[in-house]
């Protein structure tokens, strides 16, 4: 089967870039010829993509599509990336830099700029239509602008709601991007989510008859052969050979995805070295993801557990503001971290006000008022690390030798996925009890069972640091038969939950509006 899928942006980092990365992949397993429009302009340097496409000139001076072949297939199936021409203005949902764009979030783009990345991308996707001989079925992605984008060149397909879409564009800007969003998903064969949460907010935002009864339930899978448990020998041997190629250069230098490979190899190997446990972050270093919390919260673990280290994985623009507030925690000047978390969402630049950080200032006003958090921050000076970003297989190589992993977003998430991937590893994951997260963490507590079930969680509320630190001590403090239990249970668990041969499936099944096939959206 020829299938297309429309992504508009990266096949690598984070979130939805990762999940049409190891969509392609596993859709070519099962045999099928897949044909990826993103703008990763480093597609050809992906050993699973076996072609790239993309647009010069013809004789006449018109855009014409070429295709390059790179490598021959290793599955039953093939993968083609193309990068379609937009000009070099990339909307996103969440401001970022990335080299060789000029970026704007949605809202700032001008009526004349979004309808000129529309075009530009409908006539791409008849282009590649045209080349393969018309699709077989295919995939758009975001309720803004994937659709619409397919709507438009005519074919039929399904979309894949993300969550971001919805929360930063579509909800917040509802008269200019909810009619874009309607005409996409009246198109859509199927309305794919990862989660009631996810559902019932676009349900709400859209206000659409019939989107509901073509909603269905997709969450992304897990690379069950990359992200697997492991002994703790061979998993510390796996993260210190990772630390070894990117010193020996392998892994690139600096990049405009937040990549020193430098930095990620010093960073690795002060992991690896841990005496005690290892505490692991992997996301987007930005407002939302609640990593000031974790960082407040982490003096509480260092006080139980003095050999412990936390590593913080990923890049954005708030990392800067992060690094300061652990430098003054490290200090004890409570005073510098209180004015941190007074400027809020200012240090995230982008010209955001100063909006204070509640639960942070509300923390570090009682710990200071308390006396011996300063002292326990200082003394736990040392035990964190930045590494800046790794890729997703560099990940799944560490992930193995973590003791607990911590997803603790402020903001509503469509699902946890680095949370199931931690638990595919037998890592047990402790996230902030909303959105996507709490329903992961629900069927992650099928597996250890309602003793350790609160461990799994927290409630974003005022004490949000110390509910933590306490879920992270409560997890590094079992005995090793019960860590060992509860690590296969969990990675037991997700193989029969997130593989992403089903998430294959489920996706071909919904682009044909097979939606019997699928699984419904689970009640509230």
């Not at 794919?192 to 969450?219: C, F, I, N, Q, Y």
């Not at 796996?238 to 190629?245: D, F, G, I, P």
């Not at 510098?336 to 200012?346: K, L, P, V």
Request: proline share 6%.
């Amino acid at each position: 089967m020829r299938f297309l899928i429309f992504h508009a942006y990266l096949l690598r980092g984070t979130g939805s870039n990762v999940y049409n990365a190891e969509l392609a992949q596993a859709l070519a397993g099962l045999g099928h010829e897949v044909h990826i429009l993103s703008q990763d302009r480093e597609a050809a340097q992906l050993d699973w993509v076996n072609a790239v496409g993309t647009w010069g000139e013809d004789g006449d001076g018109e855009a014409a599509l070429e295709v390059e072949q790179l490598r021959p297939a290793e599955c039953p199936g093939s993968i083609t990336a193309y990068r379609p021409d937009i000009g070099g203005l990339l909307p996103v949902f969440v401001a970022d830099e990335y080299e060789g764009f000029r970026v704007k979030v949605f809202p700032e783009m001008s009526e004349e700029e979004l309808e000129g990345y529309l075009a530009a991308n409908v006539e791409a996707v008849r282009d590649v239509a045209a080349l393969i001989g018309d699709s077989e079925a295919a995939l758009a992605n975001h309720a803004v602008m994937g659709p619409v984008i397919l709507a438009r060149a005519g074919l039929e397909f399904a979309a894949k709601i993300h969550g971001s879409d919805v929360s930063y564009t579509v909800r917040p800007h509802p008269e200019r991007f909810v009619p874009y969003a309607r005409e996409g998903l009246e198109a859509a064969s199927a309305a794919l989510v990862g989660s009631r949460h996810t559902a019932e907010d676009l349900w709400r935002t859209l206000e659409m008859p019939g989107l509901e009864e073509k909603t269905r339930l997709a969450p992304p899978g897990v690379d069950l052969e990359a992200f697997s448990s492991r002994p703790p020998e061979e998993a510390k041997r796996t993260m210190v050979s990772l630390v070894e190629r990117l010193e020996g250069g392998e892994g690139g230098g600096d990049d405009e995805f937040g990549r020193d490979a430098a930095e990620a190899a010093e960073a690795l190997r002060w992991f690896a070295d841990a005496s005690g446990p290892r505490v692991l972050f992997v996301g987007k270093l930005i407002v939302s993801k609640g990593v000031d919390l974790l960082l407040a919260g982490w003096p509480l673990v260092a006080r139980v557990h003095p050999e412990a280290r936390l590593l913080l994985v990923g890049f954005g623009e708030y990392r800067e503001g992060l690094e300061r507030l652990w430098a003054a925690l490290e200090r004890g000047d409570l005073a510098d971290a209180e004015a941190i978390a007074a400027a809020g969402r200012a240090l995230e630049g982008n010209g955001e006000p100063e909006v204070p950080l509640p639960i942070l200032s509300s923390f570090l006003a009682r710990a200071g008022a308390g006396g011996g958090y300063a002292g326990e921050s200082r003394a736990a000076a040392g035990t964190v690390a930045f590494s800046g970003r790794l890729e997703h297989d560099e990940v799944a190589r560490v992930m193995p030798a973590v003791d607990a992993f911590v997803m603790p977003s402020t903001f509503p998430e469509a699902f946890g996925m680095v949370a199931a991937e931690a638990a595919a590893c037998g890592v047990p994951p402790v996230s902030a009890h909303h959105s996507g997260m709490r329903e992961v963490s629900a069927r992650l507590a099928e597996a250890t069972g309602p003793e350790l079930e609160p461990l799994l969680s927290f409630e974003v509320a005022e004490g949000a640091p110390s509910a933590i630190a306490e879920r992270i001590n409560g997890w590094l403090g079992l005995t090793g038969a019960e860590s060992e239990s509860v690590g296969e249970a969990l990675s037991k668990r997700v193989a029969e939950l997130w593989g992403w041969e089903g998430v294959a499936r489920g996706v071909v099944a919904a682009s044909a509006g097979k939606l019997d096939e699928l699984s419904p959206v689970p009640d509230s």
